[in-house]
Structure formats: C-alpha cells, structure tokens
C-alpha cells in the first residue's frame, strides 16, 4: 500500500527542530506581556466575504491564493489567510472597544495561502502579530515598531533594517493617485501587465512591482511624502521624531506602500540582509479604516505581522538558535524488573517536583538503559535496583564528570536541583554570550 505523505507546501516541525519553535514562541510571549499585550485566538476559516472585504478583491491573495471551499450549507468559507481582517472581525463582533477604548492583542498563528513554495514561503506558514484597535495616536505606531524591535533583539537578532513610508490620510491617498496615475500615463505601454491592471484600481501597488522595467520607470516618481495633507504630514513626522528619540535608526522607503483604501499613515518593514531574496521578516502600518470596511465604526488602529519560518531561518543564520534539544534531567535506570514499578513511583515523585525524569519503557538491561540514559543527554542517572531501593536509596551517577554517590531516597529530589542549578546557570549564560556576541 502507498504511503501517504504531507501535502506541498507543508512541514512536519519534528523534535528537536520544534524545540527551536518553542523557544521562539516563548521569547514573543514573553515580550507581548512585557507590553501588555493580551493573546486573542481567531477561527482557523471564516467567511470568505472577510478577506474579499478585508484584504481586498484586487490582491493577488484574494484572486489567487485562497484556500476557499463551500461547507454543506453552501456558505463559502476561507482558511485564513493573514491575521488583521479575524482580529478586527472579532473586537467588532464582541463590542470590545466598548468595554476598553484601546485594546492590545497579539496572535502566533498558522496562515495558509496556496502559493508556490520556495525558501521561506510555504502553503501553511505561521505568523505572529500584535495590534493597538483604537488609538489614533503617533505614539501607538512607534510602539508597535518598538515591540517588533524589541521583540528580535531579545531574540539576538542584528542584521535587519526598519524601512518606514507614509501613506497618508485619505484626502492624500486620492490625491497622490491622481499625481501617480497622470504620471505613469506616458510609461503606461511599457509597464507589467499586471502593473497595467492595476493602474485604474489599485496604482499605488505599481511602485511596489518588483520586476526590472516596472522599478526603472517608477525610480522617477512623484513620492507619496511630498502630497500629504498637513495632518498625514504631521503625524509622519512625530512617527520620525518618537523613533529618534529612542535611538531607532531607520530608512525612509518611498516604495513602501499600502494599496488598499483603509490603510492610512504609517506604513513599514523589517528588512532582514541574511535572508536572500526573500528578506522580509515582517510589516506592518495603520488601518484607521478597516474597521468602518467589515461593517463597524470608524476605529484607528495599527499593527504589524511577522513571519515565524522566516524569523527562524534569520537566527539560523546568525547562529542564535539552542544548539542543544531538550534533555531530562535525569534518567532513573533498574537493573531487573523487581525495582521497576517502585522506580516508576519514584519517577513520578520527581516529576512533581519539577525534575525532567525518563524510564524505560521497554524493559531493557541495564547496560541498554545507560546508552538509551547517554542518548538523551541526561545529565544525571539514578539506578534504582532492588536492593538499592530496600535500603532507601539509589546510586547517583553524573553523566557528565563520572563521579557517583548514594543517595538517600528522602533526599533524592533536593540534592538532584542542587547539582542541576549550576549547569543550568551555565547553559543560560552560554546562550546570552552566543546571542549578544
């Protein structure tokens, strides 16, 4: 019979590349509550009306990589495909700006769009994300920088770039596109035809088109800071000072833009240079009118979202990823079967004592439970014989210097952290001196 495999375009995170995610996982977290940023879980489909209205029909995520199906009710439903548009359904669904003017929600999710997979880009992917719903404040765009900042350099990370762009109110917006388009008009012929789609509807993606002729004939344009109403061009500039301010350095990128209506102001990216061609670590920018877009008020708001696969292989590259997996922190062996369902107990006695402890769970010779012990990396062994354990005690052994001792049994759990504290102090420095170095 045929064995199944994964569908392309996914990934099995096996042990010990998933202890790689965890660490990861557990920085952000970590950062996210530092902030006070409060964890909001989204369906993982919805209707696809969200994302048509959300992202926008005129996007190549919409038009071409959706994974949209019909449920027996003949309603159409789409795995999601980005994080915003359920974030922003779900605060207006649950009246959460009602309860607290500002909210401030991060997600770690996996997305899923049907696109052709390469390095870094595949069909289920994970992201994580924050967003600030209902502050119009400058403020709140330079904290969400600062989080993701903040965010990789816990992490080690060095070797990106923030580039930052206005996008402007929504009297620029309209106003720029006609500059835009009366501009390109004379270059129409020899744009891209997707670029020459976009023209009418969506002109602003023109500057973002990554093919050569296209970037050549937009290296001229009008730029978007240069036709900001006073207010965009007040908000820009305190988005620019605040990120002065705090030491942020930073690159003004007038291709940097947001196609869609709702986007407004700030827009940016973090740029990593150790990731080839597809250097995007993340983005983000404000959406005052998204909310007003899937049916709610009019609410500011702003954040951004970050590729997880592409953070990983950023700290891959920088070398800043635990070399080691996860290693218990004991292994109890018994050298016949007498023992075992006392070994057992004893086991789980430490475990609740917060000891990482593995048994033998396929009845194996004591010389086979020290190899399988080694293996794993314990750095101690407790071999827990009949006799030994009449007496109430065992034998414990220090894998990692040699040196064994009895050990009474009442006192096996406080002499076990005893002896692991200093490893686990040294492990803890090694990892900063490898992320700060």
């Not at 994300?129 to 709140?140: R, V, Y």
């Not at 891959?316 to 997996?325: D, V, Y």
Request: proline share 5%.
């Amino acid at each position: 019979m045929q064995k199944i495999q994964k569908i392309k375009g996914t990934q099995d995170i096996l042990p010990p590349e998933s202890e790689k995610w965890q660490f990861v996982e557990n920085t952000i977290r970590d950062i996210m509550h530092r902030y006070g940023y409060h964890e909001i879980r989204t369906p993982i489909f919805e209707e696809t009306a969200l994302f048509a209205r959300g992202i926008g029909q005129l996007t190549d995520i919409v038009s071409k990589e959706m994974y949209t199906f019909e449920d027996r009710g003949k309603k159409s439903l789409t795995l999601k495909p980005e994080g915003t548009a359920p974030v922003m359904r779900a605060v207006i669904e649950h009246s959460l700006t009602v309860a607290r003017p500002v909210n401030k929600l991060y997600y770690i999710s996996p997305f899923f769009r049907q696109e052709n997979p390469q390095s870094g880009r595949f069909r289920q992917f994970h992201q994580f994300g924050a967003e600030i719903i209902g502050s119009p404040m400058p403020e709140a765009d330079v904290e969400t920088i600062l989080l993701g900042l903040d965010i990789y350099r816990a992490l080690g990370l060095s070797s990106f770039v923030l580039k930052i762009n206005s996008v402007g109110d929504a009297e620029s917006r309209v106003n720029y596109k006609n500059v835009l388009k009366e501009w390109l008009k004379p270059h129409f012929d020899a744009l891209c035809r997707t670029c020459q789609e976009r023209y009418e509807q969506n002109p602003l993606r023109i500057l973002d088109c990554k093919e050569t002729e296209c970037r050549r004939i937009t290296a001229g344009a009008p730029k978007m800071i240069d036709n900001l109403t006073p207010a965009a061009e007040e908000h820009f500039r305190a988005v620019l000072r605040m990120l002065e301010e705090n030491d942020v350095a930073f690159e003004i990128d007038h291709r940097l833009v947001r196609g869609l209506d709702y986007y407004t102001y700030t827009a940016y990216e973090f740029i990593g240079s150790s990731l080839g061609a597809q250097n995007a670590l993340g983005g983000g920018g404000r959406y005052d009118l998204l909310a007003q877009e899937l049916g709610g008020k009019p609410t500011p708001s702003v954040g951004f979202a970050a590729g997880i696969e592409r953070l990983l292989m950023a700290l891959e590259a920088e070398n800043l990823l635990p070399e080691t997996a996860l290693r218990p922190d004991m292994y109890i062996a018994t050298p016949g079967a007498e023992g075992r369902m006392q070994a057992y107990k004893l086991a789980q006695e430490l475990r609740a004592q917060g000891i990482r402890v593995e048994t033998d769970l396929l009845g194996r010779s004591l010389k086979a439970q020290m190899r399988e012990a080694n293996r794993n990396g314990a750095r101690l062994v407790a071999i827990a014989g009949e006799s030994e354990l009449q007496a109430g005690k065992v034998v414990l052994k220090n894998l990692e210097n040699g040196e064994q001792q009895d050990v009474p049994l009442a006192q096996l759990g406080e002499i076990v952290r005893k002896m692991l504290a200093p490893i686990d102090s040294q492990t803890a420095t090694v990892r900063a001196e490898n992320r700060d170095s």
